[in-house]
């Protein structure tokens, strides 16, 4: 159960008589929202996520295919912005469910890094759309909605708890106010605070003040808390940056400690550019099994199954969780749609070459303005559409302003912990599994199969093999392949 967004001022919301007929297919007064909320909800996803317009590219532009080919940074952040803006608005409409899609951190890094080194970029992005049909496949024959219902409830419920807490390292991170120890084989702790123990750079002192503004404006139940604290943030680190000129965290490739992570928050020179859509269609689904042999692409498509497959079953339980939109079995509404429109955005973002798109889990920000239908989506869609042409603007807004949602919703999402049965160790070992890999991993299908394989065990270890679904079974041996991918590809590649 989340915390409720402060109610706007005028006429509350009639669940059983919708105002109009936008009101009655998107069900806004139906889940006791206002349009003030959803577009509140839709901005604060946006600022949230925007990164991903700057970072992917970074990731998939800085490597080179087995042909020593890059793809162009300019084209790659058009084709983000496009699909993720696209995607989002889609499952805005089929859903109207507020998770929002664009690229996905962590299988980019694996199209580009593991992938695309044995074969061309076309053929790496190919492998992406073969997974995404997939997984639609198994959408529409039901299969991934029997396998997310074969889950027990309060597995799921700690699915969302172990998701708040990943929010929240990311956002950490991210902010720079905790960071790997530079002789972290040396020391006795991995991490730490800021640098050297101490906040001693402007950027982090502005995520703090900006933390602790939006705590006492969520405290306080002010309208639009979370937005209010990203804008406010990234205004004190526009001032600090004229004053100071920081500059960003990597200048000429050596490492400024006490820069911005990712964006410099300074205002754009130019504010409008023409996007580049070159990237378009730029994908091939036949080559890579002729040239490296089938056994290498079909552990490709396997991994990046596996990953889009539960990080997405993932996400919606704890979105859904957050704005209190689930059944009696952790449920969301129209979950097939949800699924479904997932499974078109990896294969359309395999087509774009800009690497599986996904739900993000940065909706959660939304959800916590009062975000609870697809109207939300449609805003955070065409503020994306808008980014390919603003590319300048959408680069503004620094991690040390917009991580400050991740921290507080984190917290939120962290307080549905309280309804599993911790006296009952069937199901509290798998949970508290589930929850801490998550973060410690940087990984929700690691935490997902963690969870899933143990609950197995134990049932069977207690004699109760027939508690378990079916189903339940075929996924811990899924798991069971992925987590030993390793060994398995040194064996037979």
Do not use: C
């Not at 089929?94 to 080194?117: D, H, K, M, T």
């Not at 605070?193 to 933390?211: E, R």
Request: negative net charge; hydrophobic residues 55%; glycine residues 10%.
């Amino acid at each position: 159960m989340s915390i409720a967004p402060p109610a706007d001022h005028g006429t509350p919301p009639d669940p059983a008589h919708p105002r109009n007929a936008f009101d009655r297919f998107f069900e806004i007064s139906a889940r006791r929202s206002t349009t003030g909320r959803e577009i509140r909800g839709g901005f604060a996803t946006f600022f949230t996520m925007a990164y991903i317009v700057v970072l992917n590219p970074l990731i998939l532009g800085g490597a080179e295919d087995a042909d020593g080919r890059t793809l162009a940074i300019p084209a790659l952040a058009a084709a983000t912005a496009l699909v993720a803006g696209l995607m989002t608005i889609l499952m805005g409409v089929v859903a109207r469910f507020p998770i929002a899609l664009a690229a996905g951190l962590g299988v980019n890094a694996l199209v580009a890094f593991e992938i695309a080194p044995q074969m061309t970029w076309a053929d790496a992005m190919g492998l992406v759309v073969i997974e995404g049909v997939l997984i639609g496949i198994l959408v529409l024959t039901g299969l991934r909605t029997a396998v997310f219902r074969s889950v027990p409830t309060q597995l799921k419920t700690a699915i969302g708890v172990g998701i708040g807490l990943f929010l929240t390292i990311i956002g950490l991170v991210d902010a720079g106010f905790v960071r790997r120890v530079p002789d972290a084989a040396n020391s006795t702790v991995p991490v730490g605070l800021g640098i050297n123990g101490k906040i001693v750079s402007w950027p982090m002192l502005v995520f703090v003040v900006g933390l602790l503004v939006t705590v006492v404006l969520v405290v306080r139940r002010v309208r639009g808390a979370i937005l209010i604290g990203i804008l406010s943030s990234t205004v004190l680190a526009i001032v600090v940056e004229a004053i100071g000129n920081i500059g960003p965290s990597f200048v000429d490739g050596k490492p400024n400690p006490k820069g911005w992570a990712l964006n410099v928050p300074e205002l754009p020179k130019q504010v409008v550019d023409l996007p580049d859509l070159s990237l378009l269609g730029n994908f091939n689904v036949l080559d890579s099994w002729t040239r490296v042999g089938w056994l290498v692409p079909l552990m490709f498509v396997f991994t990046l199954l596996i990953t889009d497959f539960f990080d997405t079953m993932g996400t919606m339980v704890a979105i859904g969780q957050e704005g209190d939109m689930l059944d009696e079995q952790g449920t969301p509404p129209r979950a097939k749609e949800i699924l479904l429109v997932d499974s078109i955005a990896a294969a359309a973002g395999g087509a774009a070459s800009v690497s599986s798109n996904t739900s993000y889990i940065e909706s959660a920000a939304g959800v916590g303005e009062g975000a609870r239908t697809g109207v939300a989506n449609l805003v955070t869609g065409l503020l994306f559409l808008l980014a390919m042409f603003l590319a300048p603007l959408s680069a503004i807004v620094p991690f040390e302003a917009a991580s400050t949602a991740l921290v507080v919703v984190g917290f939120l999402m962290m307080t549905a912990v309280r309804t599993i049965d911790w006296t009952d160790y069937e199901i509290a070992i798998p949970a508290f599994l589930t929850i801490v890999l998550m973060p410690f991993t940087y990984s929700i299908s690691n935490g997902i199969g963690a969870g899933v394989i143990s609950y197995v065990l134990v049932k069977l270890a207690k004699g109760k093999a027939r508690e378990v679904h079916p189903l339940l079974y075929g996924v811990a041996a899924l798991f069971v392949l992925y987590f030993l991918r390793g060994p398995i590809e040194s064996v037979l590649l």
